[in-house]
């Protein structure tokens, strides 16, 4: 069977754990070439060497630039395409999420949840969309979340964050379009990772009762849109905001 993402060069953003982690290795069993983006070189290394065990014939590699630094992630997208022959798709991935009341915020959790989730989105799909441009295509696909369609009870600012991932994926898509860049997000429900079990069981309870199709979001569900939007199957496709959520409603 022909594989979908046969001769793309990819770049997974968050690439060494959860989500992200799964879209690199579903990628790259598609036949694309993934450079994976961690946010230490210790993590960022330790996901390579776990995907070339698993994956022993995967042209796979990884960087760790600052994902808010215009010139860093510059240079290290720069060097995939220098290394890879181009860059394709951008999965715009990283990001945190918080669970604080609104009067417990501190200005270091403001900036940091901010900086991630929404400047580090931005700058990468800035630097990327000058590279696919030159090309003449290319996908971005940003991770948003159910929370961006009626917010949550506490931890204002991540849903807040995602919203903007929702603005800004379907401004992108207006813009990039005529340069045949297409840009989508994938708003995934209650997904098993890291992130998760920082919330306790009491708050996870509740919330699966209230999901249609009565489970938990694997982070291979929402690999699996990403292959989707990624593919050529998708070449229409922009501007979309897909839930992957087993119809979860909050
Ligand atoms: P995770 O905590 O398992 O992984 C997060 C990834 O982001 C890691 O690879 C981490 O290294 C990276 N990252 C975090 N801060 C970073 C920084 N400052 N610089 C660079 N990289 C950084 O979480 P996950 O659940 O896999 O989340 C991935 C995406 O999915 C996030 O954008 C998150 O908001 C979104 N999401 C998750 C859920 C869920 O239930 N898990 C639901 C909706 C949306």
């Known amino acids: 069977m022909t594989k ?33 983006c961690g946010s230490r070189e210790q993590t960022a290394r330790a996901a390579l060497e776990k995907l070339r065990s698993e994956l022993p014939d995967a042209r796979v590699d990884a960087i760790w630039p600052d994902l808010s630094d215009e010139k860093a992630v510059k240079t290290a997208f720069d060097s995939v395409k220098e290394k890879f022959g181009s860059l394709d798709i951008l ?69 807040t964050s995602k919203y903007a991932v ?19 997000a994938v708003a995934p429900g209650i997904t098993r990772t890291d992130m998760l079990s920082v919330l306790p069981d009491e708050m996870i309870k509740p919330l699966i009762e209230r999901i249609p199709l009565r489970k938990i979001t694997e982070p291979q569900d929402i690999a699996n849109a990403y292959l989707f939007l990624a593919s050529d199957l998708a070449s229409c496709v922009s501007g979309a905001i897909l839930p992957v959520d087993g119809a979860m409603v909050i």
Do not use: H, W
Not at 11 to 33: H, S
């Open 4 to 36: 979908l993402l046969e001769g793309k060069v990819a770049v997974v953003t968050g690439g060494t754990r959860g989500i992200g982690y799964a879209i690199v290795k579903t990628y790259l069993q598609q036949g694309a070439a993934v450079v994976l």
């Open 91 to 159: 999965a715009n991935n990283a990001g945190i999420s918080q669970n604080c009341p609104l009067d417990q915020y501190t200005e270091e959790e403001v900036d940091k949840i901010l900086n991630i989730n929404i400047k580090s989105v931005f700058v990468c799909a800035k630097v990327a969309a000058a590279i696919m441009k030159e090309q003449g295509g290319g996908v971005i696909i940003n991770t948003s979340s159910v929370v961006s369609f009626n917010g949550q009870g506490a931890g204002c600012l991540y849903p």
């Open 166 to 184: 929702n603005g800004l994926t379907r401004s992108l898509s207006r813009e990039l379009g005529p340069f045949g860049i297409r840009v989508n």
